[in-house]
């Protein structure tokens, strides 16, 4: 699992939210969501940057925080 992932399964935890939860307020299918709190950034199923930016916003997390989880530096330890 990468950053991404990892961020958005904390995140969907602490805030008691599954992946149909969170896609009834984002708007994005349940089984994309699923497969970005699975995979990350890096899985099959690639987030745009409106569904990151709509994540963060359903999540209350800084837009900044998301897109750096899904596109970590180049040699970053994630």
């Not at 987030?47 to 596109?71: I, M, N, S």
Request: aromatic share 2%; no cysteine; charged share 20%.
């Amino acid at each position: 699992m990468d950053a991404l992932g990892e961020l958005l399964q904390d995140t969907m935890r602490a805030r008691h939210l599954n992946a149909q939860a969170l896609a009834d307020r984002t708007g994005i299918r349940t089984p994309r969501i699923r497969a970005f709190a699975q995979d990350g950034a890096e899985g099959p199923v690639h987030p745009t940057e409106p569904e990151l930016a709509e994540l963060a916003d359903a999540l209350d997390l800084p837009l900044t925080q998301v897109l750096a989880a899904a596109h970590p530096p180049a040699g970053a330890l994630v």
